[in-house]
Antibody, heavy 122, light 108 residues
């Protein structure tokens, strides 16, 4: 079964750090684009970051320079290292597989985890 | 950066109604537009990709149309399980997978 399971969320003080993990099963993380999406309480979806199968990484302006996306191919796991956390980073964080229709360059998030909650508060 | 807007932000409808949600991009994105459904406390679910392609397993009452800057998600006959929030997302720029602000569909 194709599945994503996030972990690592919790309560952290402003300025602190946290590393989120997303364990994949049923497919290979390194063969796909993988992304993080977050949702602040009562708000909409906000795209956070993507890592390409080739290893290139991109970030939303709101997290650039503070968050780092990476993967461990041996563990088939995606990560999000979050540093210098702010109150506005409080959200449920989802990881998602980005599937492509390669010949037409269509990309879409077809597999999602259930999310992990990050709360930044003193 | 490409900005996405949706209208309306919310709507009330009855079971059996035809519902239409609009999404607009700040620049042409061809057909690089996806639609997701999200229910409270749950992860988003992909409904439509490439503007009009129905994701496997999604009921045929959902359909998508449009290209360029203007797109539409239509639910032909609203069912009780369709009450949710719907988001569009552009994939024209894979450096920034921008989502729209969402449209909440609730019971009239």
């Amino acid at each position: 079964e194709v599945q994503l399971v996030e972990s690592g969320g919790g309560l952290v003080q402003p300025g602190g750090s946290l590393r989120l993990s997303c364990a994949a099963s049923g497919f290979t993380v390194s063969s796909n684009y993988m992304s993080w999406v977050r949702q602040a309480p009562g708000k909409g979806l906000e795209w956070v970051s993507v890592i390409y199968s080739g290893g290139s990484t991109y970030y939303a302006d709101s997290v650039k320079g503070r968050f780092t996306i990476s993967r461990d191919n041996s563990k088939n796991t995606l990560y999000l290292q979050m540093n210098s956390l702010r109150a506005e980073d409080t959200a449920v964080y989802y990881c998602a597989r980005v599937t492509t229709v390669t010949t037409l360059h269509y990309y879409y998030m077809d597999v999602w985890g259930k999310g992990t909650t990050v709360t930044v508060s003193s | 950066d490409i900005q996405m807007t949706q209208s309306p932000s919310s709507l009330s409808a009855s079971v059996g109604d035809r519902v239409t949600i609009t999404c607009r991009a700040s620049q042409s994105i061809s057909s690089y537009l996806n639609w997701y459904q999200q229910k409270p406390g749950k992860a988003p679910k992909l409904l439509i990709y490439a503007a009009s392609s129905l994701q496997s397993g999604v009921p045929s009452r959902f359909s998508g149309s449009g290209s360029g800057t203007d797109f539409t998600l239509t639910i032909s006959s609203l069912q009780p399980e369709d009450f949710a929030t719907y988001y569009c997302q552009q994939s024209y720029s894979t450096l920034l997978f921008t989502f729209g602000p969402g449209t909440k569909v609730d019971i009239k």
